[in-house]
């Protein structure tokens, strides 16, 4: 017999999500909605805590989908980087071989192939905007939890525990939540990157600003990557990424004299102009190993748990599909936990999970044959190739 009850699943049910990332808050804004009482855990202090990494590209089929179906479209409208999907693609030596920066549409929503960049702080402050207050429960790291009742309970590092009916891992590529659900961990995929920032660029690198004229610069060399971004707030960051068996744990990423002897030796023949951005990067650098989940991952599903994003699928950033990925579960996931079409919730997350894999999988597999390519002596040949035809 199938129920035909609106929300008979979560009827008077607690929802916790853990992690306030992408994806769990996307999920938060997507039951809330619909009138579902959900709380999201968040081990950040509070809204003010600084989001690092590169904006994200968000794609017609998946992030943006979500952004709809939450009606927060018109408010990413007034948010996205206006221009920094362009891009220059250079080599080695910081020679310029394409730039799409004086033909490329700035906007163009409603075109399949138009992928707005967004701050991840913006992002995360426009999906906190749109939830009720106290949604949110900062310093919330979570630590462990144990079977109560039919639910959950859960424990946090500042000593609170809380209950919940259902419980959502959105805590990304080092999820606490995913080993209640399966053992299966994540491989490492033979490729590092060293991230690092440089703040108030505009004063202390200007000519690599009006180099990057709000966009990016992809540069390929010797099977070497380096990547440069603009973030909200006159904020530059930049990735040099390579092959390695292991990263050195010798490096010290506080000192930047060490950071760059590191590149110079690394990255032999690369132009000096790469050492700009060291010198005046703020330390530490980050070292990112690039992992992914096993193609092939399956579990049961559980009646009341189960994960969205990074913490379900970590996968490279070579495909810019990670975060598309994040916020396509959360709306995967809403629409099977409002369902009227299963009989139970273990159905509707194990349906929910089936297809979350199967998606997933596809985009990893895509990412690691990206992030291959990109760093194989035939990478620049083959990125000029693509964007020449496209
Ligand atoms: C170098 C790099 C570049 C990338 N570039 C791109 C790109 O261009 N495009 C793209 O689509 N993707 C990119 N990604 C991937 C993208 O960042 C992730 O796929 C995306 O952020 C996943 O969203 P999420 O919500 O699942 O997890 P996250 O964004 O990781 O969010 C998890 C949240 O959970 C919180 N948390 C973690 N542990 C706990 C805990 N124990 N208790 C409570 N809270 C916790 C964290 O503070 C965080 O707020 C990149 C990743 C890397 C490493």
């Known amino acids: 017999m199938i129920l035909h009850n609106k929300f008979m699943l979560l009827k008077d049910k607690q929802v916790a999500v853990i992690g306030g990332g992408p994806g769990g808050l996307t999920l938060a804004k997507l039951l809330q909605q619909e009138g579902i009482a959900v709380r999201v855990y968040e081990r950040d202090l509070d809204k003010n805590a600084r989001v690092q990494g590169s904006p994200l590209d968000l794609h017609d089929e998946s992030g943006l989908a979500a952004l709809r179906k939450a009606n927060l479209l018109d408010e990413f409208r007034k948010n996205f980087l206006r221009g920094a999907d362009k891009k220059r693609i250079v080599n080695e030596r910081a020679?310029?071989?394409?730039?799409?920066?004086?033909?490329?549409?700035?906007?163009?929503?409603?075109?399949?192939?138009?992928?707005?960049?967004?701050?991840?702080?913006?992002?995360?402050?426009?999906?906190?905007?749109?939830?009720?207050?106290?949604t949110v429960v900062w310093d919330s790291h979570f630590i462990s939890m144990e079977k109560e009742n039919d639910g959950w309970l859960l424990h946090f590092k500042n000593g609170k525990s809380f209950y919940a009916d259902i419980v959502i891992g959105a805590d990304g590529?080092?999820?606490?939540?995913?080993?209640?659900i399966t053992g299966i961990r994540a491989f490492y995929t033979g490729v590092t990157m060293i991230e690092g920032n440089v703040y108030d660029?505009?004063?202390?690198?200007?000519?690599?600003?009006?180099?990057?004229?709000?966009?990016?610069?992809?540069?390929?060399g010797n099977a070497q990557d380096f990547y440069v971004w603009m973030n909200d707030g006159?904020?530059?960051?930049?990735?040099?990424?390579?092959?390695?068996?292991?990263?050195?744990?010798?490096?010290?990423?506080?000192?930047?004299a060490q950071?760059?002897?590191?590149?110079?030796?690394?990255?032999?023949?690369?132009?000096?102009?790469?050492?700009?951005?060291?010198?005046?990067?703020?330390?530490?650098?980050?070292?990112?190993p690039i992992y992914c989940m096993p193609l092939d991952q399956a579990w049961e599903a559980l009646p009341n748990l189960t994960i969205l994003g990074d913490a379900a699928h970590v996968m490279?950033?070579?495909?810019?599909?990670?975060?598309?990925?994040?916020?396509?579960?959360?709306?995967a996931l809403s629409e099977c936990l409002i369902s009227e079409n299963f009989n139970s919730l273990q159905d509707a997350i194990s349906s929910y999970e089936i297809s979350m894999r199967e998606r997933a999988a596809a985009a990893a597999k895509e990412s690691l044959e990206n992030g291959e390519m990109m760093h194989s002596e035939q990478a620049l040949d083959k990125m000029l190739a693509f964007f020449g035809d496209h």
Request: glycine share 10%; hydrophobic share 40%.
């Open 201 to 220: 660029a505009e004063k202390t690198i200007p000519g690599i600003c009006k180099w990057l004229s709000g966009g990016k610069i992809m540069a390929f």
């Open 95 to 134: 020679e310029v071989c394409f730039s799409d920066h004086d033909h490329k549409v700035e906007e163009n929503f409603g075109n399949p192939g138009f992928r707005p960049e967004i701050d991840r702080g913006a992002l995360r402050k426009l999906l906190l905007e749109s939830l009720q207050p106290a």
């Open 259 to 288: 950071v760059l002897e590191w590149f110079k030796t690394t990255f032999f023949g690369w132009s000096e102009r790469w050492y700009e951005f060291f010198e005046h990067a703020a330390t530490p650098f980050i070292p990112r």
């Open 234 to 256: 006159g904020h530059i960051g930049f990735g040099a990424s390579f092959k390695t068996g292991a990263i050195n744990a010798d490096l010290d990423y506080n000192d930047k």
């Open 316 to 331: 490279p950033p070579f495909a810019g599909e990670g975060v598309n990925m994040a916020m396509l579960d959360a709306l």
């Open 173 to 180: 590529a080092n999820s606490k939540i995913r080993p209640y």
